[in-house]
C-alpha cells in the first residue's frame, strides 16, 4: 500500500469553526490532490498540488485553501466550516501527474459540520 | 472537458453470476479511462486503467473492461461473481492531466449468496 496517512479520521465541528485536515505521504511522489466524495456526486477535485508552494484550483475548491510547505504534507483548511462541507474527505497522489498514471488514495477522513 | 455516467446505482447479482458495471463517458481529447473499486471505510483502489493500444482491458481480481469508441462506452465486468466484490465501483476519465480526471458517481455492488 501506498504511504499515505490522513488526519484526523474523523471530526465532528459546529459551524463557523476553522477546521484543518492533514496528508502526510512517504513515497516523495510529486502531486498530491484533495478530493470529497458525496453520495450521488462521486469525487470531486477541491485542490491539488504539483509541488511545494505550488497549488491549484480544483472543481469545488470555495470554502477551502491549501498549504504544501513540505513535499510529504498537503494541508486543507476549511477556514468558516459550514454544513455543505460535511463530506469525507480524501487525499491522493501520483508520482508525476500524467494523464495516464494512476492515483493512490489515502484512507479518507469523515467530517462532519453541525 | 470530461464527464462519465455510471448507470445504476446500485447492481446486485448473485454469487457465481456475471458482474455488468456500466460507464459511459464524454471527453473532448483521447481518453484515459479508469476503474477504482472501493471497499468500506477505505479509500480508492484501482482495477484496470485503459489508455492507448489494446481495447480489452484486464484488471485484478478477474476484472475487465472495454473500450469502445464508437459508443463511448467503457463497462465492467467479471464471468463469477465473488462475496468478496461487494464494494462501490467507481469509473473515471482523464483529460490533459490528472487534475483534469472526472469521476462518476459510483455503482454499489451487492452480492447475494
Known amino acids: 500500500d501506498a504511504g499515505i496517512t490522513q488526519s484526523p479520521r474523523h471530526k465532528v465541528t459546529e459551524t463557523g469553526t476553522p477546521v484543518t485536515l492533514r496528508c502526510h505521504q512517504t513515497?516523495?511522489?510529486?502531486?498530491m490532490y484533495w478530493y470529497r466524495q458525496d453520495p450521488g456526486h462521486g469525487l470531486r477535485l477541491i485542490h491539488y498540488?504539483?509541488?511545494?508552494?505550488?497549488?491549484d484550483k480544483g472543481e469545488v475548491s470555495d470554502g477551502y485553501s491549501v498549504s504544501r510547505s513540505k513535499t510529504e504534507d498537503f494541508l486543507l483548511t476549511l477556514e468558516s466550516a459550514t454544513s455543505s462541507q460535511t463530506s469525507v474527505y480524501f487525499c491522493?497522489?501520483?508520482?508525476?501527474?500524467?494523464?495516464?498514471?494512476?492515483?493512490?488514495f489515502g484512507s479518507g477522513t469523515q467530517l462532519s459540520v453541525l | 472537458a470530461q464527464s462519465v455516467t455510471q448507470l445504476g446505482s446500485h447492481v446486485s447479482v448473485s454469487e457465481g453470476a456475471l458482474v455488468l458495471l456500466r460507464c459511459n463517458y464524454s471527453?473532448?481529447?483521447?481518453?484515459?479511462l479508469f476503474w477504482y473499486v472501493q471497499y468500506p471505510n477505505q479509500g480508492l483502489q484501482l482495477l484496470l486503467k485503459y489508455t492507448t493500444g489494446a481495447t480489452l482491458v484486464k484488471g485484478i481480481n478477474g476484472f475487465e473492461a472495454e473500450f469502445k469508441k464508437s459508443e463511448t462506452s467503457f463497462h465492467l465486468t467479471k464471468p463469477s461473481a465473488h462475496m468478496s466484490d461487494a464494494a462501490e465501483y467507481f469509473c473515471a476519465v482523464s483529460g490533459r492531466n490528472n487534475n483534469d480526471m472526472r469521476f462518476g458517481a459510483g455503482t454499489r455492488l451487492t452480492v447475494k449468496p
Open positions: 491522493a497522489i501520483s508520482e508525476q501527474g500524467g494523464t495516464n498514471e494512476k492515483l493512490f
Open positions: 513515497e516523495n511522489h510529486r502531486y
Open positions: 471527453s473532448s481529447v483521447p481518453p484515459y
Open positions: 498540488s504539483y509541488g511545494v508552494k505550488d497549488t
